[in-house]
């Protein structure tokens, strides 16, 4: 039998066999670890009651492994040079499907419709392409589906944005985007050694699930989005004078900032990154009660 695909000697021979090289503008940094392999795997809960979506298999390091513990899987590569290597690292495994794809531009409803069986619950799990690492989780978090929990590979850097608390340096509008529906954390960090061609930077498996409850409760979400990403526009200013450049043109706005400020009870003089998610929806509700 053959080694793992992930295994350093294998992937040299794969790409080798079909003249492959990695392509910088697809963050290609395929995984060469299997210990990493089997933690992230772990680390989803991947079981026989999930269908699986990956993203980006590469050359199947992390599709392997996860056709051996799913029910199902489901992976869309943007890379059409990977799609005859995939048929032949995939042979063995019949419960993998994959799809030339552009995770950005999918359809994922329908994809999901059309390829799991609608009887287990779906996962995503993934080493994501770094260079698009928050528009993958944005799609993912406003498609509407229901996603049991989504593991991904990230750059270690966006990792703590995704998982910081306020009144921290990385906190910040993807930390709020992110947290306000689901739980964040970090399960392990990844030493760029265990890639090829090793990234520039070091990277964390970080493992999102839906919370019960929004954290708070927010109707009008593009209001909520703009609130919150205006507030963090000058980051060293304090949140009066960002909600200024934010609100400034409409009449009357100095005496209608302040007025929501006091009903929401936040002074004007701290910093946004003080406030908590269910700070900033009292504000945007109150902002919205005078008009702005
Ligand atoms: N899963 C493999 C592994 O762990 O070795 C490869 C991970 S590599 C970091 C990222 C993969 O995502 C590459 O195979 C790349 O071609 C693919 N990719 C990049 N952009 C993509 C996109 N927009 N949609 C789908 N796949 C994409």
Redesign the pocket.
């Known amino acids: 039998t053959l080694p793992p695909i992930?295994s350093p000697a294998r992937t040299r021979a794969i790409m080798e066999e079909f003249g492959f090289r990695t392509?910088k503008q697809?963050?290609?940094?395929?995984?060469?670890n299997t210990d990493v392999?089997k933690r992230i795997v772990a680390a989803g809960g991947v079981g026989p009651d999930d269908d699986v979506i990956?993203?980006?298999?590469?050359?199947?390091?992390?599709?392997e492994f996860l056709a051996v513990s799913a029910h199902q899987v489901l992976a869309?590569?943007?890379?059409g040079n990977?799609l005859p290597v995939l048929a032949q690292t995939m042979a063995p495994y019949h419960n993998v499907e994959v799809v030339n794809?552009?995770?950005?531009?999918?359809d994922l409803p329908a994809m999901i419709a059309e390829h799991f069986d609608g009887q287990h619950q779906v996962k995503v799990v993934?080493?994501?392409?770094?260079?698009?690492t928050t528009p993958?989780l944005m799609h993912l978090l406003n498609a509407p589906i229901d996603i049991a929990g989504i593991t991904v590979?990230m750059q270690k850097e966006v990792a703590s944005r995704l998982t910081a608390r306020p009144s921290t340096k990385d906190y910040g509008s993807l930390s709020i985007a992110v947290q306000l529906n689901m739980n964040v954390e970090l399960a392990f960090t990844v030493n760029r050694n265990s890639?090829v061609p090793a990234p520039n930077v070091d990277s964390a498996i970080v493992v999102l699930s839906k919370r019960a409850e929004p954290l708070a409760e927010v109707e009008d979400h593009e209001a909520f989005t703009k609130l919150v990403k205006g507030s963090f526009a000058a980051r060293r200013k304090t949140l009066w004078n960002n909600l200024q450049r934010l609100y400034g043109k409409a009449p009357d706005a100095k005496a209608l900032i302040t007025q929501a400020l006091e009903a929401a009870n936040i002074a004007p003089s701290v910093r946004a990154e003080t406030l908590t998610i269910q700070q900033f929806a009292d504000l945007q509700k109150n902002l919205a009660a005078v008009g702005l």
């Open positions: 992930a392509k697809f963050g290609q940094n395929f995984l060469t392999l990956e993203i980006g298999p590469g050359i199947g390091a992390l599709t869309l590569e943007i890379d990977l794809q552009d995770v950005l531009q999918a993934a080493n994501l392409p770094y260079y698009i993958i590979m890639f």
